[in-house]
């Protein structure tokens, strides 16, 4: 089956800066891909090359079999994109907006589906977009990727700027693409949003694709980061146990990571008196860390990390 | 055939402009022509030395009707025409590019040459428009009043504008190419319109001065004011021929570099003029 997305060696730099540092991916069709990274990773980077807004000065990436750059009409007319910093015309009303992306593929207008679309984002089109909040642009600009039916979606961060009912609401439509056999690729530097909506996930930092991975595994290796308060310091080697990580003792407060599951250290901290108890979402620094096994990791890294 | 839709809505954008700029233009062909008489009464007796006149700035006889209204309206109604190419040429990339909507505008499938000719089409429909504007106006004024120019020659000195304002909008598209930022691409011209007037102003009549008048765009419409000499054919086909040059460079320099949404993060003068050079001669 030809795959959604095929990157070879793809490389960019922009002046002496490297944004991506030959990357190779490759994202079957039919699925919700998520593209997990940090800020300035290179998640637009990669995106903006598959839509040949920029070229990549060493390897080759394809869309649904076509060059993204050769053949990057062919691209263009079967993808969706959302720019990840969406701008869109002022002084347009949101259904011009609409009409005027439509124009670009008329054979695929419906207003059918548009207007289905448009309900259950709960868009107001008579607006001026000007007048609109920072969500319901994101809206618009997620309308507008959706509104010919797209083989492939590509959306750079969708749900940043949105409130958490309207990203469930996001999540159901990227759900509904995927289900009708459409391939969904986005961007986030959130982990658990990644974690909810997507089949599978490559891991991108510093240019480089560090990961690729079925979301299932990733979750397997889920770091916890743990803070408790006991009533008085707890014995020494409490904690001397498998997958704990990043001990550090203050007082009677102990903070930590727990790389293999949470059942033994939660029985260890049982044993004690316990006044406080918090558990926070592994940042994607934790989670690159729980993927890079010792020896894996460089020393700038560790050092970084202690 | 691909849909206009680009061309449409680049001429739905600049409906009040365009609007606004025939008005302007209206306004002052028209009050010209019915100022005329008195501008000729007064003179009818005050005969302006060969010396004062180059002196301010032109060698056309203001006594005639055909000298008067070359001086008064064609002299300089073309900046204003200008003015306006300035703002649509270097809105029509450089200005998606600092707005950001280039993004949304370059991901759908549409090549980056049609963007450019359709915008540019749109555009010189505008500056048609706006021009039209001003011939509108003479002919409502001139029939009212006894100045011995003919509609048709107006026609045809209107005509006349068109090169030298489509060289500038050339000039405009071509920097908003090289300079992904409108503030830059728009200076840049607007140095270049306002230093070449006046040089080719300046220059009237001072004869150590005079080689460089042929440097400047402006002899190429000035010294063919066709209302008093006629067109001169070949100074209409080197503007358009250096325009034509001008769109080709800007259509090489767009299909080939980074789109940047946002602008340009390198604006450094030296970087910018390189990349010019390379994008354009193709290194």
């Known amino acids: ?306 | 055939m691909p849909p206009l839709n680009i061309f449409a809505k680049t001429l739905r954008d600049q409906k009040w402009q365009i609007v606004g700029f025939a008005f302007a233009l209206a306004a002052m062909s028209s009050t010209s022509v019915w100022l005329w008489p008195s501008v000729r009464d007064s003179l009818q007796n005050f005969d302006i030395p060969a010396a004062a006149r180059a002196f301010l700035g032109s060698d056309l006889d203001f006594a005639t009707g055909a000298g008067y209204l070359s001086g008064r309206y064609f002299g300089w109604t073309e900046i204003l025409a200008i003015v306006y190419v300035i703002i649509a040429g270097t809105g029509a990339i450089a200005g998606e590019e600092s707005a950001s909507t280039i993004d949304l505008l370059l991901a759908q499938p549409v090549s980056r040459r049609s963007v450019i000719l359709q915008k540019l089409a749109a555009i010189i429909l505008g500056l048609a428009i706006i021009i039209f504007g001003g011939y509108a106006g003479f002919l409502v004024s001139v029939p009212t009043v006894d100045i011995a120019v003919s509609l048709a020659d107006i026609a045809v000195a209107c005509a006349n504008m068109l090169p030298i304002v489509i060289f500038f909008f050339a000039l405009s598209l071509w920097a908003g190419a090289v300079a992904p930022n409108r503030g830059m691409a728009a200076g840049v011209v607007i140095a270049v319109t306002t230093a070449t007037y006046f040089v080719f102003t300046l220059a009237n009549g001072v004869e150590s001065l005079e080689p460089v008048r042929y440097a400047t765009p402006f002899y190429y419409y000035g010294a063919g004011l066709p209302l008093v000499y006629g067109i001169v054919w070949w100074h209409v086909g080197l503007l358009l021929s250096v325009s034509g040059v001008l769109v080709l460079l800007t259509l090489r320099t767009f299909e080939r570099r980074d789109v940047s949404a946002g602008g340009a993060t390198d604006l450094g003068l030296r970087s910018v003029v390189r990349r010019a050079i390379a994008q354009s001669t193709g290194t």
Do not use: W
């Open chain 1, 1 to 306: 089956m030809t795959p959604a997305i095929q990157l070879n060696g793809v490389a960019k730099s922009y002046g002496d800066t490297r944004a991506l540092s030959g990357i190779d991916l490759t994202v079957e069709p039919g699925r919700i891909f998520g593209f997990l990274g940090p800020n300035g990773a290179g998640k637009t980077t990669t995106i903006r090359i598959l839509l040949d807004l920029i070229r990549p000065d060493a390897g080759a990436a394809s869309v649904l079999g076509f060059d993204c750059q050769r053949q990057s009409l062919e691209v263009r007319r079967r993808v969706g994109y959302l720019p990840g910093d969406l701008r869109l015309y002022e002084s347009m009303r949101g259904d011009v907006l609409l009409d005027f992306i439509d124009s670009f593929r008329p054979e695929k207008r419906d207003p059918a589906y548009r207007r289905a679309l448009v309900d259950r984002l709960d868009l107001d089109l008579t607006r001026r977009i000007r007048a609109l909040s920072k969500g319901n642009r994101q809206k618009l600009g997620l309308v507008q990727a959706l509104l010919h039916r797209p083989d492939l979606l590509v959306l750079d961060e969708p749900t940043s700027g949105l409130d958490p009912i309207v990203q469930d609401d996001v999540v159901h439509l990227l759900e509904d693409a995927a289900a009708e056999g459409r391939t969904v690729f986005f961007s986030s530097h959130v982990l658990p949003e990644v974690e909810k909506i997507s089949q599978s996930v490559a891991i991108i930092r510093a240019g480089k694709i560090v990961a690729i991975e079925d979301v299932a595994k990733l979750k397997a290796r889920s770091v916890h980061v743990i803070e408790v308060t006991f009533a008085a310091p707890p014995p020494p080697g409490l904690f001397a146990l498998p997958g704990v990580r990043e001990l550090r003792r203050d007082g009677a407060t102990v903070h930590f990571q727990a790389h293999d599951g949470v059942d033994a250290v939660l029985k260890a901290i049982a044993t004690q008196r316990v006044l406080d108890l918090r558990t926070q979402q592994p940042s994607l620094e934790d989670v690159f860390l729980a993927y890079y096994t010792e020896p894996e990791l460089p020393q700038e890294e560790r050092r970084a990390s202690a």
